[in-house]
């Protein structure tokens, strides 16, 4: 692998998540908390309009805005398209300032704690991840790499790329533990970037444990999408906890409860996140795994 060059860390890619808002706004008001020898950090913010509306979007979900035919739309009036097509010209492997690695900051309504997201499964990023999980063993490793995220995602327009989301926290709303939290890890992602390029890193990795994303499933709803059921009680805010056949995981307004149908232990995370209703997730499913050891 070659040197890495360039970092961008990102905040504000959806407009209402103020953690990594307000971080862009500290590192930009104090560059040298971000700044290391052997690269340059740029702090970018994402969706601009969207954070001065106070909205997760304008008209389109940016995060999901990148793919090659969303940026192929010349002549589209979408504002998240076109900030897209401006992030792209300048952060993509062919822009004016090309990023080796991008840090993409998030805050979920679901009970996930800290937690890394993976798009790519690259020995550099896991040796990374086990790394920050050593120094923060309470860290969660969610591995999104086959949901497609790899590809429509701000973040994928760097080879090597990483997620901080961390909650819950309300959408519009900052929280003073997760947002020391993100900018712990921010900088411990920086420190070890540094140990890299000078070559004085030979910290081993460690057992990693990682939840591979396998499927999402939707609320029961009727044939007018209208929502049938929510999250059962028993499930609500238990994000990474084991979820076997025959569990409770919805809950019908008259009362009705909803067992889990699938035929293995899975391990939900984005329990009832809120951005998530209009795009018909009630939760992710995953498969937990050792990595390393």
Known sequence: MDEIKRVVIVGGTHGNELIGVYLHQKFE????????????????????????????????DLNRCFTLDDLAQGDSQLYEIQRAREIRSQFGQDGSMPADFIIDQHGTTSNVGTMLILDNLDPFTLRLSAYLNAIQPEIKVYSSAHSGRNQDSLRSLAKYRIGIEVGP????????????????????????????????????????????????????????????????????????????????????????????????????????????????IAMCLTQKQQVFR
């Open 29 to 60: 008001r104090y560059p040298d908390l971000i700044r290391r020898s052997s690269f340059e950090t740029v702090s970018c913010v994402g969706n601009p309009q969207a954070i001065a509306a106070g909205v997760r979007y304008i008209d389109k």
């Open 169 to 280: 926290v309300a959408h519009g709303t900052l929280h003073g533990e997760l947002f020391c939290k993100t900018e712990a890890l921010i900088h411990a992602i920086l420190d070890y970037l540094e140990q890299y390029n000078t070559k004085s890193n030979d910290i081993e990795p460690e057992s990693l444990t990682l939840y591979q994303y396998v499927d999402s499933l939707d609320y029961p709803r009727d044939q007018q999408g209208k929502l049938l059921a929510m999250i059962h009680p028993q499930r609500q805010f238990k994000d990474f906890e084991a979820l076997n056949p025959g569990d409770p995981i919805f809950l019908t307004f008259e009362g009705e409860t909803i067992a889990y149908a699938g035929d293995s232990t899975v391990y939900p995370v984005f329990v009832n996140e809120a951005a998530y209703y209009e795009k018909g």
